[in-house]
């Protein structure tokens, strides 16, 4: 068959590498089909550009996946509707916007894939991503944290899943499958000596799923000379792996905290306490790691004052690597808060989530005892105080580039940038 994927834009400068379509394509083309992709993100095509496309060429099959979300989820009925306008091909779609719910998206497409595609199989089976497809030296200009000018960026997997289940989150496979080390230090090898790509994401839910692990892959990368960042948890933020992290490369660790109230965190069934979350960050900050430190607020239990809790942590330990805000919980299709929704009545199914889910940063359904509008006013309040501090940081960064510019006359300075 012919199969043109589609890269769909989600209206970012530079775009994160599509790895679900990536490996899509490398299976597809392992069973011997013609794979073809539509990089509507690369040039931010607009849908009128793939109704021509699709007029001139002739495809069996066009596909899409796509995370879940208001704009995607608008942007999946754009891109459908397109195709439909343009082409007789069958339309295939995947990934967490679809999944949790396979029998409404059948209302618009001809297939639905529920799940990773491979999820029987051995990882160590089922291949790379078909870089070879994609435009690297675009993909490879995303800015990762504490990316320099010289870097070029890309993610890798280094397993699949996660072992916890956060009420919040929906995931498309049961635990975690890890692959081995030799495999991935033979990718970012070939990342490295192909593409001249020197940091890499650890993209799955969860690399440092134990110490051990994590400790035996920071000893595989350690030759390789890269930076990279994973994302990470804090009851496993002790300090052997973290210096066995930051002796192999690792700039950055991405911490889903999601909240510093201990009711809060027994709510949403993080199966983690403040003190692990305080420990953990102060043991990355010593051992010059920068962490992430990943908010959200309206989770059962949420009040102003937990609110503030959160606000207080980050003006504490925040390293200013990222601007760090916080944003309302919502219960996407699949996850426990959705399911509790849906029995509760909050919610009639995915097409009346999706018609309340106009926007990430506003609430879908409030879990707390605040008005909506006394809820938006209090995070109003909050972001406020946190993107004010980030500013103010930078402003301090610039004063101090003025000082070694004018008074130590410093001549390797290269121009006042946007920091």
Known sequence: MRILLITYDNNSFIHYFPLGIAYVASKMRQEGHDVEIYPQDVYHYPESHLIECLGREHYDVVGLGMCGGYYQYDKFLDIVTAVRLASNAEIWAGGHLVSPDPEYFEEFVDKVFVGEYDYEEDLERVGTPAWDLFNIDYYGLIRFPLATNSDRCMPVLS???????????????????????????EEIRHLRDRYEINYIDFADELLMINPDRTIELSEALKPLGIKWMCNGRLNHAKPKVLKAMKDAGCVFINYGIESVDDEVLRNMNKQLSYNQILK?????????????????????????????????????????????????????????????????????GTEDFYEKNVNSDLLTVNFTNLTDDEFHSELHKANKVLANRYFKEKQKVVNQQMVDLYENKNTNFRGFRQT
């Open 159 to 185: 397993g699949r899943g996660c072992p916890f289940k956060c009420n919040f989150c929906y995931r498309m496979e049961e635990g975690h499958r890890a692959r081995s080390h030799s495999s991935i230090v």
């Open 280 to 348: 953990g960050v102060r043991r990355t900050l010593e051992e010059g790691i920068s962490p992430g430190l990943n908010m959200i607020w309206g989770n059962y239990g949420d009040t102003k004052k937990s609110l503030w809790q959160s606000v207080e942590f980050l003006l504490k330990y925040d390293d200013h690597a990222q601007l760090r805000t916080i944003r309302p919980v919502t219960p996407y299709p699949g996850s426990d808060l959705f399911n509790d929704c849906i029995r509760d009545r909050v919610l009639e």
